[in-house]
């Protein structure tokens, strides 16, 4: 059983950046993959990165690739997400999620924590 806590949301204006970072604790069979989804009011949760903690594999939705970086501490066993260049369109919740497939579908993640809120005025 694994228990993510997510953190480092906040508002910030176009243009600014910030980093997510997701703290795991408890019982991991061994790696999984890890990701980052959000979800906007009003629209379906979206798959935004994700990171095999195996070989640090990394897959990124079109819409952010090349402005948000996610990477993963093995000895904090501590996810994240650098978001740069950020749009207000990046605005949502965002969450973390754990799981043994590397898949977009969030119904394949076991583990999920709370949110947290990216906020960008333009």
């Known amino acids: 059983q694994l228990h993510l806590v997510e953190s480092g949301g906040g508002s910030v204006q176009a243009g600014g950046s910030l980093r997510l970072s997701c703290a795991a604790s408890?019982?991991?069979?061994?790696?999984?993959?890890m990701a980052w989804f959000r979800q906007a009011p009003g629209k379906e949760r979206e798959a935004v990165a994700r990171?095999?903690?195996?070989?640090?594999?990394?897959a990124y939705a079109d819409s952010v690739k090349g402005r948000f970086t996610i990477s993963y501490d093995n000895v904090m066993k501590t996810l994240y997400l650098q978001l740069n260049s950020l749009k207000p369109e990046d605005s949502a919740m965002y969450y973390c999620?754990?799981?043994?497939?590397?898949?977009?579908?969030?119904?394949?993640?076991?583990?999920w924590g709370q949110g947290t809120q990216v906020t960008v005025s333009s």
């Open positions: 999620a754990a799981g043994p497939f590397g898949t977009n579908q969030g119904s394949q993640y076991r583990f």
């Open positions: 408890g019982y991991s069979n061994g790696n999984n993959w």
């Open positions: 990171l095999y903690t195996g070989d640090g594999d990394t």
